[in-house]
């Protein structure tokens, strides 16, 4: 039963720091690109896209490229879409 309790409560924190970054990192890109205008400015975002991408790293690489994580990616750009 102990066990249990941390366990809820470690996927708790795992999940509260993933939205976290999420806001933070969707917050930052949507201030990026906000100067820019779909679909006019699409080269200009897709290059704003790499270069965040490079910024964050291995990390967030893993978040927006890997299947596993295609629920989190997906919230991350319905943030960015809901913005734009």
């Given amino acids: 039963m102990q066990i249990g309790i941390f366990v809820n409560?470690?996927?708790?924190?795992?999940?509260?720091?993933?939205l976290e970054y999420q806001e933070k990192t969707s917050s930052e890109y949507i201030e990026q690109i906000s100067k820019y205008?779909?679909?006019?400015?699409f080269d200009k975002i897709t290059r704003e896209f790499f270069l965040f991408s490079e910024k964050y790293?291995?990390?967030?690489?893993?978040?927006?490229?890997?299947?596993?994580?295609l629920y989190t990616?997906?919230?991350?750009?319905?943030?960015?879409?809901?913005?734009?």
């Fill in 9 to 18: 409560f470690l996927n708790s924190s795992l999940d509260d720091l993933l």
């Fill in 37 to 41: 205008r779909i679909p006019e400015d």
């Fill in 57 to 69: 790293g291995e990390a967030y690489e893993k978040i927006t490229s890997n299947e596993k994580y």
């Fill in 73 to 84: 990616r997906q919230r991350m750009i319905n943030n960015v879409m809901s913005a734009t």
